[in-house]
């Protein structure tokens, strides 16, 4: 196999289906309730900053499974050369209707085709946590070959032990996809075998309105 190039999930048609089903009620609760909006969560919202302003002048930010694209009309925002992907067309359907100052394409983090030193930052927000452990080492090896020396990833996951089949999510909406939980630990593990070297980490207890997570910040040192 081409050492660039990255294994695709068996399961990852379904994971796009579920996503495009969810993908309204996802809005609507970002928009009803905070949750999943940077804005409404201050720890997050500051370690977004710093990362914006650390990696705004090293060059263009890719947000990775932007999603609906709230943190990347925020990057937007605060100045940052920021655009999104995401598995979902329904997902992205909604990023360009939101935020139509930013750019925003269809693409599996799986299959992204970045050029080397090509970002200043990527941004794995709550977004690689369906990738097999095996797939998202390649993945973040993917990223970290695509920062500019002195870029950053920014990294916010799912913190427990094993995998959790889910059914169904954001308001009983039939789902089919597995979600990888972290030990943050493990996850530095990774990180550093792609190549970077941690510089920040966040963690999120358990009773907080989106824990038990954590936030991994990362630099390519060369
Ligand atoms: C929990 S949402 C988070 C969205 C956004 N990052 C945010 O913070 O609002 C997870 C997102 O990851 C996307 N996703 C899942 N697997 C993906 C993949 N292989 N490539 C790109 N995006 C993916 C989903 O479509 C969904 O939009």
Do not use: K
Not at 1 to 24: F, I, N, T
Not at 32 to 51: E, K, S, Y
Not at 177 to 206: F, I, K, M, S
């Amino acid at each position: 196999m081409d050492p660039s190039s990255v294994q695709q999930p068996a399961d990852l048609d379904l994971v796009r289906e579920s996503y495009d089903r969810v993908a309204d009620n996802y809005v609507d609760m970002v928009a009803t309730t905070g949750l999943g909006d940077i804005r409404a969560q201050p720890w997050l919202r500051a370690a977004m900053d710093v990362f914006a302003d650390v990696v705004g002048p090293v060059g263009p930010v890719l947000d990775v499974g932007c999603g609906p694209g709230t943190v990347t009309g925020y990057l937007a925002e605060r100045g940052v050369d920021g655009s999104g992907v995401d598995l979902s067309p329904r997902m992205i359907e909604h990023a360009r209707r939101l935020h139509p100052e930013c750019r925003f394409e269809v693409a599996s983090s799986t299959d992204l085709g970045l050029a080397d030193s090509s970002l200043g930052g990527v941004l794995g927000w709550w977004s690689l946590f369906n990738l097999p452990r095996d797939v998202l080492a390649q993945v973040l090896s993917s990223f970290a070959r695509a920062l500019i020396p002195g870029g950053q990833l920014i990294i916010g996951t799912h913190v427990g032990d094993g995998e959790v089949a889910r059914t169904e999510c954001y308001g009983g909406i039939p789902v089919t996809w597995t979600t990888y939980r972290w030990q943050p630990e493990q996850l530095t593990t990774l990180v550093v075998q792609a190549g970077l070297r941690p510089v920040a980490e966040l963690r999120l207890p358990a009773d907080g309105p989106i824990g038990p997570g954590v936030v991994q910040v990362a630099r390519r040192e060369s």
